[in-house]
């Protein structure tokens, strides 16, 4: 037998069939190989066999490929998701036609995020709308999609089917498993206190922020009068609409809380990093009879320095910002009173009897896992770990856009903001916020305007209690969206130049 | 070679190799046995030989089957769902120590489903209490658990990210596969009309709820009184509490909707099959100001007969009642009027930015799936379909509770319902309710007071504006709370009988 022939034999084998198996195997073959020494016509005739038996082996593995195939194909389809296909229409679906962002208007008149989704959807074309109005954190996608299989979730038809998820918590809708990711990732990013604390999960930090208000408002008097909700402008343009909207007899939105002079109890929002402008804050009432609920959804390593462990009475989380993962709408408060922990699960159990479970579940996975990275000896998976691949992102994305408002020539201006040391990642650094605070020369007077001339769609100022030279643009597109955008804001200033219509 | 030798070979190569590969080596083997013919030595030496591949195979075969079963266990922890520990922990948590349930009451003072799980949970102890409040329904649990993977969901760690599902629908945050699986199920079921209308999403009937006062109240003046909202009673006894939790100048509780008599435009609800006592309804009070909402989170073949395809301007559905998947919050509205549908999207915007994705995505994936089963010409995977299978429970259960009823010798007492034809099943049936609406003898006065005394936890007929000799029992906890109630049920005659104290 040939040394070639054997050697094939013997590859093929190791394919498809253990170490111990070839061992035998081969032994075998030897054995007679010794016998068949002396005879020339035999040992032919063995050769001849060996060939065949090549020959049979390659289809057998060809063949055993293809079954392999198919059943992985089987295990897909049985699982569901044909994933790619899916992914597939959710980004057609998302980014549709770009010209048809004009007619397909949001209910609240405002539209929808273009740049929604990352990855290879359809170009901007020149004529196209940009949407930046809302904060849809497309450029973390990426990242996920890349991140491998820690991060994903299987779930069974005969699970998390119960409204209930521990009888032994207050919080008797809360999965024990997020519970203990939201604790794990507060203590590794040591952006807020949770030992001793209540954490009460919502649907987005949306809900959780009314049944805050409800905590804090609903008394045993019928009679009283609403509860004044403030906020120092420029707040967050969703407070007012989710404070007013049901008109409530026990809250009421005040405005501005610099302005704010009436007497009595009194709710201020503060939110740090804000909403718009990326400054850091405080209260600025600051009277005994105040309540002050902390909003720290952008409290994170990608959008500014962790300087200090907070541990307000009320603080807001959300999955949205942390990872980017705004679809689950999960969110969660971190209380010190038990009291006011209470009513807000009482105020989530009366309008939602509790919050999706798969959703928590899924959160709970992917704050675990993100834990599990970090704190884990061996290697990552992916080069970097999430929140310094964001960060990166961020200080890049900033930097591209200071340079284009400096090439503006002040037809637009910038925050400025301190450098300051960052306790988990262990250098200085600025703050990059999620969302742009241009503002344009007073002259111009209508920043939003001015985009829009220009097919970006933002924000303007007078939603957020300030004038409108301000425009909040978002810094969490798509990355051609946000090209095509500085592109924009670029022409921006050529426009202006060569007819001089604006100046 | 002894045909035993080369069988046991054989059968071992049959476990990990494929056929071809056998037959191959079969054609090796035989080949040298017969050019051994002659000699008895060597036949002997071959015989030793595979006696000797025999027992290396044997070992080999076990270290094939244990690197399988672990690198299934490293697939399974890839997949991080350790879905059986999960399980058990649920379990454990979920049914935690019976006699805990005393202490753990949920922030509202009622007490938690204890039967909120089906499977191996701990026994019903006889001093322990069973909470048959909330209507969790457990009962299912187990069909899905043996459903098979066809109902399993698999979610990557970059999939349903963003905000948006759908930019060319009005319901920018509804999945187009739930808007797909939603419109199939009714038609294949033809409990409700939906061509040509809008589908709501929301989270739970009861944001959608909430969603529909706002949309149907919220009008221009800023000055109008709250409109108001009554049902017939015995009424669901959450819909005063959603409606009055914040006090909303849009709209207010009124009531009885048959003692309603106030002028002005007005909201009606109605449940049909009712919640608390299962009886088909219509509206009551037929005003030509007033709009009708119908909540038909019954109207299913497994607790009613499907007697018409509802085509009502407001319909409420919820998965949690239809397949059991309480823990998702899933619910939708069908809406004939299109500015209804776009005020309450903008309420679903406003309060929560949309609903959980992983819950649509998998609300979609179930719903979906049992379309397929009974669409499909190929046999099920499961005997039964689910509608065939949670109405063969339903009627067993009614069954059981009617007998220890009619022995508790007129103590408590049942609705009638009349047998109707379903136009689903195609057949006569009775309304078989998700609630015993029992009733006790008027002189004992207290029927939730009557039951907690034997250690039932139910919900008195107080809570759904009638009178205290009505309670709610609910009819889809565990198998083993279920028999347990039937007990206590039987036990109560005797209590009664002995000492005399309740007659």
């Excluded at 190791?14 to 007679?32: M, N, R, T, W, Y």
């Excluded at 059943?71 to 044909?82: K, L, Q």
């Excluded at 991060?151 to 809708?173: D, H, K, Q, R, T």
């Amino acid at each position: 037998m040939s040394n070639q022939s054997f050697l094939s034999l013997y590859s093929l084998f190791l394919g498809e069939a253990s170490f111990e198996l070839v061992s035998a195997l081969k032994l075998v073959i030897q054995s007679s190989m010794e016998s068949y020494e002396h005879g020339e016509t035999q040992f032919q005739q063995l050769q001849s066999i060996c060939a065949s038996v090549c020959e049979k082996m390659t289809d057998s593995k060809i063949a055993h490929r293809a079954q392999k195939i198919e059943s992985e194909r089987e295990r897909t389809e049985r699982w569901g998701i044909y994933r790619d296909k899916r992914l597939e229409r959710e980004r057609d679906v998302l980014h549709g036609e770009w010209n048809s962002l004009n007619r397909s208007s949001l209910s609240n008149g405002t539209l929808p995020a273009a740049g929604s989704s990352s990855g290879s959807g359809p170009g901007v074309s020149l004529d196209s709308s940009i949407n930046l109005d809302q904060g849809d954190p497309a450029l973390f996608e990426e990242y996920w999609r890349k991140a491998g299989e820690r991060f994903n979730v299987a779930i069974g038809g005969g699970e998390l089917m119960s409204y209930f998820s521990n009888l032994n918590s207050m919080c008797w809708f809360l999965l024990p498993e997020l519970d203990v990711s939201v604790r794990r990732l507060h203590r590794l990013i040591g952006n807020a206190a949770t030992e001793g604390r209540h954490v009460v999960v919502g649907t987005g930090s949306t809900q959780l922020l009314q049944a805050v208000l409800y905590a804090l408002s609903s008394g045993d008097s019928p009679d009283q009068e609403p509860l004044s909700v403030v906020c120092a402008a420029p707040y967050y343009s969703c407070y007012p609409e989710v404070t007013g909207i049901l008109r409530s007899g026990l809250y009421k939105w005040e405005g501005d809380a610099r302005s704010f002079d009436k007497d009595g109890p009194y709710i201020e929002l503060v939110t740090s990093p804000n909403n718009p402008d990326g400054s850091i804050r405080g209260p600025v009432v600051n009277r005994g009879d105040g309540k002050v609920v902390y909003d720290l959804a952008y409290y994170w390593p990608q959008y500014t320095a962790i300087t200090h462990q907070a541990d307000h009475d009320i603080m807001l989380f959300t999955f949205s910002k942390s990872t980017g993962h705004a679809g689950s709408r999960i969110g969660w408060a971190i209380l010190k009173d038990r009291e006011v922990a209470r009513k807000m699960i009482k105020f989530m159990e009366v309008t939602s009897i509790g919050v999706s479970k798969e959703a928590q579940f899924r959160a709970s996975k992917i704050l675990g896992a993100i834990c599990d990275g970090y704190e884990s000896l061996s290697p990552e998976v992916l080069p970097e770990s999430f929140f310094e691949y964001s960060k990166r992102l961020m200080i890049k994305r900033w930097g591209k856009l200071e340079e284009a408002v400096k090439l503006g020539g002040g037809i637009f201006s910038l925050p400025k903001f301190s450098r300051e040391y960052c306790l988990f990642s262990t250098e200085f650094t600025e703050t990059r916020p999620a969302f742009a605070w241009l503002k344009c020369k007073e002259e111009l007077k209508d920043a939003e305007g001015l985009l829009r001339a220009h097919k970006v769609l933002a924000r303007g100022g007078s939603k957020f209690g300030v004038d409108p030279t301000f425009v909040r643009v978002s810094m969490l597109s798509r990355e051609d969206v946000f090209d095509a955008f500085l592109e924009r804001l670029s022409a921006i200033k050529g426009g202006i130049m060569s007819n001089g219509s604006h100046a």
